[in-house]
């Protein structure tokens, strides 16, 4: 998946640069499931979403972190952050594909 996700001090920055990698998945129902995922395993991330519009060409989710996690622990938050879009990514394209053929 062509994402990028960064760190920046204690906040990890999810960026969806382009539709493509998408396909048929809508970009914002996607940043919402996402949202919804990383909630669900760590309720004390502070979330933002930021969608694009014509200045921001990208929609990103912040996933602020507590100050208390350490550079090792926001490290393997992104690492599952990564995956944890893979898989959405992945399970939201099979849906997509079933429907599909279901219709």
């Given at each position: 998946m062509?994402?990028m996700?960064?760190?920046?001090?204690?906040?990890?920055i999810?960026?969806?640069p382009?539709?493509?990698?998408l396909?048929?998945?809508s970009?914002?129902?996607?940043?919402?499931?996402?949202?919804d995922?990383i909630?669900?395993i760590?309720?004390?991330l502070r979330?933002?979403?930021?969608?694009a519009n014509r200045?921001?060409?990208?929609?990103?989710?912040y996933?602020?972190?507590p100050?208390?996690?350490?550079?090792?622990q926001?490290?393997?938050?992104?690492?599952?952050?990564?995956?944890i879009a893979s898989n959405?990514?992945?399970?939201?394209k099979d849906?997509?594909?079933?429907a599909?053929?279901?219709g």
């Amino acid at each position: 998946m062509v994402t990028m996700i960064e760190i920046k001090g204690k906040t990890i920055i999810y960026t969806l640069p382009n539709n493509t990698v998408l396909g048929q998945v809508s970009p914002f129902l996607f940043i919402e499931k996402l949202e919804d995922e990383i909630a669900l395993i760590w309720p004390q991330l502070r979330l933002n979403k930021i969608f694009a519009n014509r200045k921001q060409g990208t929609h990103q989710l912040y996933c602020v972190l507590p100050s208390i996690f350490t550079n090792e622990q926001i490290r393997l938050v992104k690492l599952q952050i990564e995956l944890i879009a893979s898989n959405l990514l992945a399970d939201l394209k099979d849906k997509i594909y079933f429907a599909g053929l279901a219709g």
